[in-house]
């Protein structure tokens, strides 16, 4: 039974929600996300029984989404994958993932309707359309049913105990109201107890998102999303092949696959390559209204590409820890590779991992494979906060420690 001063966090990541199994009069490919049954049953868990109500009344629950939950960039608009992305077009992907998954809308409107409960959404790459006002109050409405009845609304504010690093502006960049917050400008949230929160993108040059200039004005002089780097190549290349090989933006490490891909499928991986490489030199080396490139970015990510910077952030999450000696434990996302991660001398790194099916090549976890990992934190006033990596198993055994 949870102490009556315990508060708790639930946190999840790349969940990836798109436009549903079916979308635009086809089987959808570009959905990732097919465990829409156990993350209700998931979200009715962590709002009921002793995490419902104990003898001192509600028992605070927070949930809290770390980025790339909702996949925008998986969505296309008549077959199409924009890379100019107004507000209108921000609000059409949404209302599609919306339709898409109508069991967890509902899952999240009862968690969030319950007392003591609340939601948090941490922008992460594959979501800066939160980035637009109008995105952030539509998903408000969506989720939290006074606002859906007109009772709240979403107005600006900060998210308590929100370590507040973002640029120009901030107070504007974030929908809020008691039940929902939707955090999209800056990279952390920080917690009693010596916890922060990060996705973790901005630890990677090729997807870091610009918090102070989210938008850019296109040569039509309508705001467009300020995209990174990596973003263009989901848009243009990987969503493109992924009519061809479903698979391709779910095997890791990418340098191995190729490798594989040389001998058992040469012709497609050629054209991967090649397409790659032309797309990068093109939206990195040719300038565009639509676009925001510079050298220096264009250095980091080749210095990071050639070093084989993205495997598990777990070196950036020491290096954190290390410039940060507040923090005890550090909580990415991001990489899809779940991780607990204690060091000797007692400080923590869990990476929340993905709810999508990956194919890892690493002969330390050879195969296809899913699992469906959170981060379970205790806060209680005075100490320093329990965490742990776990997994979702099912009503019965609804949850365990997760073993890497």
């Known amino acids: 039974m949870a102490n009556p001063a315990d508060k708790f966090k639930i946190i999840i990541s790349d969940c990836h929600l798109s436009a549903g199994r079916f979308y635009e009069g086809h089987l959808n490919p570009h959905e990732d996300f097919h465990f829409d049954e156990e993350m209700c049953r998931f979200f009715d868990y962590f709002s009921s029984g002793e995490y419902g109500e104990g003898p001192a009344g509600p ?35 949404l209302e599609a993932i919306i339709a898409g998954h109508p069991k967890v809308m509902e899952a999240l409107r009862r968690f969030a309707a319950k007392p003591g409960k609340s939601i948090t959404y941490l922008v992460g790459n594959h979501d800066a359309e939160l980035c637009f006002p109008k995105v952030r109050e539509r998903i408000v409405r969506e989720w939290d049913p006074s606002a859906r009845s007109g009772e709240a609304s979403a107005v600006p504010g900060g998210s308590e105990g929100a370590a507040r690093s973002g640029g120009p ?30 996705h973790g993108n901005q630890f990677e040059a090729m997807n870091a998102l610009n918090f102070e200039r989210p938008t850019i004005n296109s040569f039509m002089n309508e705001p467009v999303l300020n995209l990174p780097w990596g973003s263009f190549y989901v848009l243009k290349i990987i969503n493109r092949l992924k009519w061809e090989r479903e698979y391709i933006d779910k095997v890791r490490p990418v340098r191995l696959y190729v490798m594989i891909g040389l001998v058992m499928d040469p012709w497609f991986t050629i054209r991967f390559v090649f397409l790659s490489f032309f797309y990068f030199l093109k939206t990195r ?24 910077h993205f495997l598990d952030l777990e070196r950036q999450a020491r290096r954190h820890l290390d410039e940060n000696p507040e923090i005890r434990t550090v909580i990415f996302g991001h990489t899809h590779k779940p991780m607990n991660r204690v060091f000797p001398d007692g400080k923590q790194y869990i990476n929340t991992g993905t709810w999508t099916k990956m194919i890892n090549l690493d002969w330390r976890g050879l195969g296809s494979q899913f699992c469906l990992t959170f981060a379970f934190v205790r806060i209680r006033p005075g100490e320093d906060a329990q965490c742990d990596l776990r997994h979702w198993v099912g009503e019965h055994s609804p949850h365990k420690v997760f073993q890497s």
């Open 169 to 198: 502006g901030q107070s504007q960049s974030i929908a809020e109201n008691a039940k929902v917050r939707v955090i999209a400008d800056r990279d952390r949230v920080r917690w009693e107890g010596g916890v922060e929160v990060h």
């Open 59 to 93: 028992v605070e629950v927070e949930l809290f989404l770390n980025g790339d939950y909702l996949d925008f960039l998986n969505v296309p608009l008549g077959g199409e994958f924009e890379e100019a992305i107004t507000e209108e077009i921000a609000l059409q992907k």
């Open 285 to 308: 080396f040719i300038y565009s209204s639509r676009r925001d490139q510079s050298l220096r970015d264009t250095a980091a990510i080749l210095k990071q590409e050639a070093a084989n």
